[in-house]
């Protein structure tokens, strides 16, 4: 008798706590699985406010970490609240300290990946090196490097916004969503610019005459092309294919006689299209060092352009480039949040900015819910 009350209560009770562990494990992965964080990975406090737009319009806290600099400058990174089983966004605002901003997002995805979270997402929206994609003589691809760092820490997915070259893509070994900023762009043109009709869309070089084409026509608007320029471009040097000595040298073995390659020249900017009279706005994706962009400018004056815009997704504006633009015949310079550029905004008034913290945070959002991000992409063509 004993055995036989003993039997079934020990089946009963193990088959009831078996069933309570099984419904508390698959309530916990539940719960982890369909959460997700947003975390910001900079250290200065400039840094982080696009951070907090983002999360202000999805509704959520930002992640509780703390970023800092010992005092021997190397980066620490403490993450303040369980990650288990989660998707989690790290948002990179990129300021001047590029190398810093590097380290700091490369060491935060991985004490999120050693702290289990489920996928690791970097919201980069102004990726860095993109303008080192090509090879230079003896150099490196250092955007290939920094695709591969990346990976290598844990993420797992990027969000960026107008990368420098579209194939920049293909050095990832996980999928990349480089959204755009023009629809912030042209709507900025149409609402603040007045008489924006009797504009044209400026293309500094010839290689920027695709964006601009792709914003003429979406505004119904003329285009023009700028040819030519006092110095060397990154253009011309990016593929390291620079114009080779006109002097024939003789390095090879005796006999062999290459064909003699003859110097580029550069002629003098000129404009292709009429801007007599008319508004000019200039499209790129960076703007940087602003020498060009001023040279730009005068000649459209000379030209007989009336006001000068330019427009572009990455305000970087290194050096004495908010001093440049307040002395040139720039009218106002339109760039987004993508990089923070406070400071400069508050030595040049000329300089506006467009948020784009709405498309940023509803690629998250769809990310998250497994959504398709082709409504974040209506309309875009291939050269956009």
Do not use: W
Not at 267 to 283: E, F, H, K, L, S
């Amino acid at each position: 008798m004993p055995k036989r009350r003993f039997g079934p209560h020990k089946f009963s009770f193990s088959q009831s706590h078996s069933a309570k562990l099984s419904y508390g494990y698959n309530s916990r992965m539940n719960v982890g699985k369909s959460g997700y964080r947003v975390f910001s990975a900079n250290s200065t406090t400039a840094c982080t406010e696009l951070a907090k737009r983002i999360t202000e319009r999805l509704g959520v806290e930002l992640g509780k970490s703390v970023v800092y600099q010992e005092a021997n400058r190397e980066t620490r990174v403490d993450v303040k609240e369980s990650v288990r089983g989660q998707d989690i966004f790290i948002i990179q605002t990129i300021p001047r300290d590029v190398n810093t901003a590097i380290m700091e997002l490369l060491i935060m995805a991985y004490a999120l990946k050693t702290s289990c979270a489920q996928n690791i997402i970097g919201v980069i929206p102004y990726f860095p090196y993109s303008k080192q994609c090509k090879m230079r003589k003896r150099g490196s691809i250092v955007c290939k490097l920094l695709a591969s760092m990346l990976a290598k820490a844990g993420l797992t997915h990027i969000i960026t916004m107008d990368l420098h070259q579209k194939e920049i893509q293909g050095f990832f070994t996980f999928p990349v969503d480089n959204l755009r900023a023009s629809p912030f762009l042209i709507q900025y043109i149409q609402e603040e610019i007045p008489d924006y009709r009797n504009a044209v869309i400026v293309a500094k070089s010839p290689s920027a005459a695709k964006r601009a084409q792709s914003f003429a026509e979406r505004l119904r608007l003329g285009l023009a092309v700028m040819h030519g320029e006092p110095q060397c471009s990154e253009s011309d040097m990016a593929d390291g294919r620079n114009s080779p000595p006109a002097v024939r040298t003789s390095t090879g073995p005796p006999g062999l006689e290459l064909p003699l390659m003859m110097a580029k020249e550069k002629p003098p900017i000129t404009v292709v299209g009429d801007v007599g009279g008319r508004i000019a706005i200039i499209v790129d994706d960076i703007i940087d060092d602003v020498e060009d962009f001023v040279a730009a400018a005068e000649i459209l004056k000379e030209r007989g352009a009336y006001k000068i815009y330019i427009m572009a997704t990455h305000g970087l504006l290194s050096a004495e480039a908010p001093r440049l633009i307040e002395e040139s015949a720039i009218d106002e310079v339109v760039v987004t949040n993508t990089v923070p550029h406070e400071v400069q905004k508050l030595q040049c008034p000329k300089i506006k900015t467009v948020d784009v913290s709405m498309i940023l945070a509803e690629a998250i959002r769809r990310i998250h819910n497994g959504e398709s991000m082709a409504y974040l992409f209506r309309n875009i063509a291939v050269d956009d």
